[in-house]
Every structure is written in structure tokens, then in C-alpha cells.
């Protein structure tokens, strides 16, 4: 197994691996699956603004997991912190997969600046939170019944990491402030 920035021509395996989550689990919470073209799209789009999209891929070059990050939020302010996903194909996975492709990510989001990290995963998802737990990430925040699936509500945990000790950076703040308020 070894990891690599995705190609266009992964995107089949990548929908199969993201809708068979859609289907099965509450890892993603919507409803409907994708079609390739959504996934060849979706990972496009990233790579084109400089953000990675990865993949694990088998001997025959099959992705058989991948992980990507984005923006957190859509602010000014969170520009420093990242959301990301990691997934691995029904039949891989426990086998280190998932760690592989987060060391890479996380490497990746580090040479990039970003500052943290943040991991939205259902609270019943105890696999996911155990990789993240493993991986240095701690709980900081837990939002009850916020999604609905498969007939429930959904718990909400965030995890993050903190990836420098980098200063707050300058700016960003108007030279004359807005007057919305006055
Ligand atoms: C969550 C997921 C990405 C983990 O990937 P994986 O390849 O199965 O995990 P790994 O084998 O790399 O395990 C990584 C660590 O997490 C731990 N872990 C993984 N699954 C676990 C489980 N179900 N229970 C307890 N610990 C678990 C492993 O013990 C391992 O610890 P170690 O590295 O210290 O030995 C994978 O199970 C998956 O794709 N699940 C469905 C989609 C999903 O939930 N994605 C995350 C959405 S937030």
C-alpha cells in the first residue's frame, strides 16, 4: 500500500468507497450517493485551489481509502483551520489505512501552514474517534442530536489538533471599523 495525490481516474473508487459510507454508515450524513462525476469534480476543485486530496492505493494502483481537507468555515477568520474526511474501503479496513493516509494529511497540512485541524465524527463512531484519539487529537466539543439518520438523531464530537505553536497572525481587522452597530 502506498499513498499518493489522487488522479482523475480515481474517482470511480472513490465514489464507490464515499457512497457505500452514504448507504451504510453515519460517517457522512446525507442520503443520497454521487455519481463519479461529482467525486472526479469535487477532488478537482480542491486540487485546483492547492488543497490535497489523497489516496491509499493497493498493488495494482487500485485507491482502496482517501482523505482530503478543506475550509472549516466560511470566514475570514478561520482561514488557519482545516475540516478533514478519511475514508477506507469497507474490506481494508483495521489495517493501518486510515493511520497511513491521516500521517501523510496531517504532514501535508503542516508544510501548508495550517494551524488546526478539526474533526467532525458521530459520537457512536467510536472507530473514528479512536484513530483520531490515537493520533493526538482530543475532544473539545460535543453537540447532541444536531443530524438525523436512518430514523435517529445524530451526536455530533469534535476533535481537534493543534498542529504549531505559531503566533496569531496580524491583520485582517479594518483600519476603520464598520459602523453596522452605531
Ligand atoms: C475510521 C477509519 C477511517 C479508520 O481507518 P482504518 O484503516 O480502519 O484504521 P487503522 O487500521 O489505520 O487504525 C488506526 C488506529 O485506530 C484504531 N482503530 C481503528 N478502528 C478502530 C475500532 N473500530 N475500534 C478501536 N480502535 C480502532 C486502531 O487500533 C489504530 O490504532 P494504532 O494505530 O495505535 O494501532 C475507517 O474505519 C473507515 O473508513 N470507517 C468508515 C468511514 C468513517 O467512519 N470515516 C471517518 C469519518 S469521521
Do not use: C
Amino acid at each position: 500500500m502506498r499513498i499518493r495525490d489522487a488522479r482523475p481516474e480515481d474517482a470511480a473508487a472513490i465514489a464507490a468507497i464515499y457512497n457505500d459510507a452514504v448507504v451504510h454508515t453515519t460517517a457522512v450524513w446525507n442520503d443520497d450517493p454521487v455519481d463519479v462525476a461529482e467525486r472526479e469534480a469535487w477532488a478537482a476543485d480542491r486540487q485546483a485551489t492547492g488543497l490535497p486530496v489523497l489516496v491509499a492505493v493497493d498493488d495494482l494502483d487500485q485507491a482502496i481509502g482517501y482523505a482530503s481537507y478543506g475550509p472549516w468555515r466560511p470566514h475570514d477568520g478561520y482561514r488557519h483551520t482545516v475540516e478533514h474526511s478519511v475514508y477506507v474501503r469497507g474490506d481494508q479496513r483495521g489495517g493501518g489505512i486510515g493511520r497511513a493516509l491521516m500521517e501523510v494529511l496531517l504532514a501535508r497540512a503542516r508544510k501548508a501552514g495550517v494551524h488546526v485541524m478539526v474533526a467532525g465524527i458521530e459520537a457512536a463512531n467510536t472507530g473514528s474517534i479512536a484513530l483520531h484519539e490515537r493520533l493526538g487529537f482530543a475532544e473539545v466539543g460535543r453537540l447532541p442530536q444536531v443530524g438525523a439518520k436512518f430514523g435517529r438523531w445524530l451526536d455530533l464530537v469534535f476533535l481537534q489538533l493543534t498542529l504549531d505553536d505559531a503566533p496569531a497572525p496580524g491583520g485582517g481587522i479594518p483600519s476603520s471599523p464598520r459602523q453596522e452597530n452605531a
